[in-house]
């Protein structure tokens, strides 16, 4: 009955072809590739560091927004994309290191006096550190492993940790650019409406009809 149960609610939902996770890394990839090739070939317009740190940071928010709409898509539209949760939120990590690192190497030259003074004085900055610690640990706990050793439920409480990391993204993103045109604040508009879900559904779901009393 159960198997006869699974396979009736797959055919209720979108029919899609199983990709290979290391395929989503590979493409993944290519927006980075893409934007250093350009930077060392003289692509970037005018302030090619500015671009380049800003369009690392932009893929590190889309990956992570990416990793947020798995369960809504899930549930609303019966697309089932689990399988690659993982790799997704991988990826926005590795973008976020990235950024954080061309921050670190090409615009600071690692000068840890400005850059702990950033860190005070800039609020976006903060945050964006901020940000980046939260990512660490949910980073590293992203294996069967650390699973298995911290326990389902443990595991699974530290990464709502995600929730918090795509505010302060979003957030991040809006100070960068201080002036708000639209772009930041869809991104800002985005991440509200998938946390909004998650606040919503538990009290708009409906409970299981109860059975009659024989």
Known sequence: MAGRASVQGERKGFALPQV????????????????????IDDRLGADPMRYLEQALGLWALRFLIATLAITPLRQLFNINLL??????????????ALHLTTYLVL????????IVADIVKRPYITIGMATFVILIP????????????MGGQAWAKLHRLVYLAAIGAALHF????????????????????????RLVRPMVKKPSPRRRAA
């Open 20 to 39: 290979p996770k290391i395929a989503v890394y590979i493409v993944g990839f290519i927006p980075a590739v893409w934007l250093f090739y350009a930077g």
């Open 83 to 96: 399988r690659y949760r993982r790799a997704l939120g991988l990826l926005a990590f590795y973008y976020a």
């Open 107 to 114: 615009d600071q030259g690692l000068d840890m006096a400005a």
């Open 138 to 149: 949910l980073a590293v706990t992203s294996n069967n492993a650390a699973i298995r050793r």
């Open 174 to 197: 809006l100070l960068v650019v201080k002036s708000w045109p639209p772009e930041p604040i869809v991104y800002a508009a985005i991440v509200a409406v998938l946390l909004g879900y």
